[in-house]
């Protein structure tokens, strides 16, 4: 932030006016917790993502972890520097009284829309950005989190789809045993460990599991569990059906890929790979042979 932004800041005791700093340029998102804005700096004409958190659901959630200290996802945002996640510059409140989180701005299409409209430009891609993937997951997993909504919508590529970057830390919480106990069943239930939705004590292997979804719906075009829907429901099937063989409806994927991918959708956790680097492993060999 420039002297100017903080002299302004300051006559507003140190609070944001997002009309008096920033042109919206359009609505990009809007989550169930935030919205998000494409916004140009009236000074400087940079362009920026400009996530507004809601105040009442922000606060909700927060409260299930009273008492806990858990830092907010402008802390969490801010702790990380890394070329797989997307980069915050600022953090604070507004005069209206949302945080907000100024962001560098990807001007990439999400990965949930390249999978959606199965663009041809993922198939030579592939294995590089579930790579990118697992590499943005063990920062997380590194820096002592769980991610807790690693999906499709929370990771945006580059224009040529080449690399891509993890979004989005509103669900995130510690891996310690004070935030993993059962009752917290927060998340996208498409990709929901089966452990979350029966309650039980959850730990960094939730995210490995939906990364496994999500690795699935890049080479495959489709969820694990046909027939799905967007609904709390749709997670019941993850313990209850076996998923689809990816090699049915991805015939060219290398063996070893598939047999990864479908050890991080077992339904218990003692059975998926033990951790982020035993997938990084794994994908890199698979790459090496592939190339």
């Given at each position: 932030m420039g002297l100017f932004d903080r002299v302004r800041q300051m006559l507003h005791g140190g609070r944001l006016t997002v009309a008096d700093r920033f042109e919206v340029l359009r609505e990009s998102t809007s989550g169930t917790m935030s919205q998000f804005l494409v916004v140009r700096d009236r000074r400087t004409q940079e362009i920026f993502g400009l996530k507004l958190l809601d105040k009442e659901k922000t606060e909700f959630f927060e409260a299930r972890f009273k008492g806990l200290d858990k830092p907010s996802e402008a802390q969490i945002a801010m702790s990380f520097h890394h070329p797989r996640i997307v980069k915050t510059l600022e953090v604070g409140l507004t005069t209206a009284g949302e945080q907000y989180l100024l962001m560098e701005f990807l001007d990439g299409p999400g990965l949930n829309n390249l999978i959606r409209s199965k663009d041809a430009r993922l198939v030579g891609h592939?294995?590089?950005?579930?790579?990118?993937?697992?590499?943005?997951?063990?920062?997380?997993?590194?820096?002592?989190?769980?991610?807790?909504?690693?999906?499709?919508?929370?990771?945006?590529?580059?224009?040529?789809?080449?690399?891509?970057?993890?979004?989005?830390?509103?669900?995130?919480?510690?891996?310690?045993?004070?935030?993993?106990?059962?009752?917290?069943?927060?998340?996208?239930?498409?990709?929901?460990?089966?452990?979350?939705?029966?309650?039980?004590?959850?730990?960094?292997?939730?995210?490995?599991?939906?990364?496994?979804?999500?690795?699935?719906?890049?080479?495959?075009?489709?969820?694990?569990?046909?027939?799905?829907?967007?609904?709390?429901?749709?997670?019941?099937?993850?313990?209850?059906?076996?998923?689809?063989?990816?090699?049915?409806?991805?015939?060219?994927?290398?063996?070893?890929?598939?047999?990864?991918?479908?050890?991080?959708?077992?339904?218990?956790?003692?059975e998926r790979p033990p951790n982020i680097d035993a997938i990084q492993r794994i994908l890199a060999s698979v790459d090496r042979e592939t190339q």
């Open positions: 592939r294995i590089t950005l579930a790579r990118h993937m697992a590499e943005s997951i063990d920062v997380i997993h590194q820096a002592g989190y769980i991610h807790r909504d690693i999906c499709p919508r929370n990771f945006i590529c580059s224009k040529d789809v080449s690399s891509l970057k993890l979004i989005d830390f509103g669900l995130t919480i510690p891996n310690r045993k004070e935030f993993t106990t059962s009752g917290n069943r927060t998340g996208t239930p498409n990709y929901m460990a089966p452990e979350i939705l029966r309650r039980r004590p959850t730990d960094q292997r939730i995210d490995i599991f939906a990364l496994g979804v999500t690795m699935y719906q890049l080479f495959a075009w489709e969820l694990p569990w046909p027939g799905q829907d967007a609904s709390g429901a749709a997670a019941v099937l993850h313990d209850t059906r076996t998923p689809t063989d990816i090699r049915e409806l991805c015939p060219s994927i290398h063996p070893r890929l598939a047999g990864l991918i479908h050890r991080c959708l077992a339904a218990d956790p003692a």
